[in-house]
């Protein structure tokens, strides 16, 4: 299911997450937010907390959906920006260096 930027921006405020998120820290996120809201938890707003759960599990739904859709690009000069590629390329020429057939 596709959502729109507005949804998934929404989804973000809504569960606090970072510009830049690994899946690991966004359902960590999710899982103290559904603990402290949680229906079971809450006395006396029950219904508050209903809504607010089932907000809470939508927005997790959707930046769920938005990863697992999401287009990664594996161009030479994009990997290189990333911080652990030079690490990679580092441990491959250490483990097996300029051999040709790696390469």
Known sequence: MK??????????????IPEKASLLEIKKVYKDLLFQW?????????????KKT???IKSYKILLAYCENY??????EELETNPGYE????FWY??????PIWG
């Open 3 to 16: 959502y729109s930027i507005d949804e998934i921006k929404s989804a973000l405020e809504l569960l606090n």
């Open 38 to 50: 949680h229906p079971d938890r809450c006395r006396g707003k029950k219904e508050i907390c209903n």
């Open 94 to 99: 250490e483990r097996f260096g300029d051999d």
């Open 54 to 56: 089932r907000r809470i």
């Open 87 to 90: 690490n990679a390329v580092k």
């Open 71 to 76: 287009k990664f690009s594996f161009k030479e």
